[in-house]
């Protein structure tokens, strides 16, 4: 049986952290794509996925790869983003989504 680091480590410390890193962050992935999943009703899901994968206020996602994320299937997510649009919260553009009211879709996620 074998004990301590894996042969090399000890050697490389920054090889080590690199692979930790990277492991690190699939595990947070994957746990963030189960609470994406668990998030409740299917506007909570959709508003969920939109706060987490924002970047400068903008999320690019085809309507149709946003309802894979959530389980949806692309009409359903269409409704949501038009309830959410109407409410204030998105502007929905070709395959992305334009976010305004941040905390207040922050809110319908279940997040605050």
């Known amino acids: ?4 680091s894996p042969p090399g480590w000890k050697e490389r410390p920054s ?3 690199h692979w930790l890193h990277s492991v690190s ?3 947070a992935g994957f746990w963030n794509r189960v609470i994406e999943l668990l ?3 299917l506007e909570a899901q959709v508003a969920f996925v939109l ?4 970047e400068h206020g903008v999320v690019h996602l085809s309507q149709a790869h946003l309802a894979e994320l959530v389980g949806g299937n692309r009409s359903s997510v269409n409704r949501v ?3 959410l649009e109407e409410q204030g919260l998105v502007s929905v553009h070709y395959g992305q989504v334009e976010i305004l009211d ?3 879709l922050a809110k319908a996620a279940g997040l605050e």
């Open 1 to 4: 049986m074998r004990s301590g």
């Open 102 to 104: 941040e905390a207040k």
């Open 25 to 27: 962050s699939r595990v």
């Open 39 to 41: 998030a409740g009703d």
């Open 81 to 83: 983003l038009k309830r």
């Open 51 to 54: 706060v987490r994968r924002a």
């Open 15 to 17: 090889l080590a952290w």
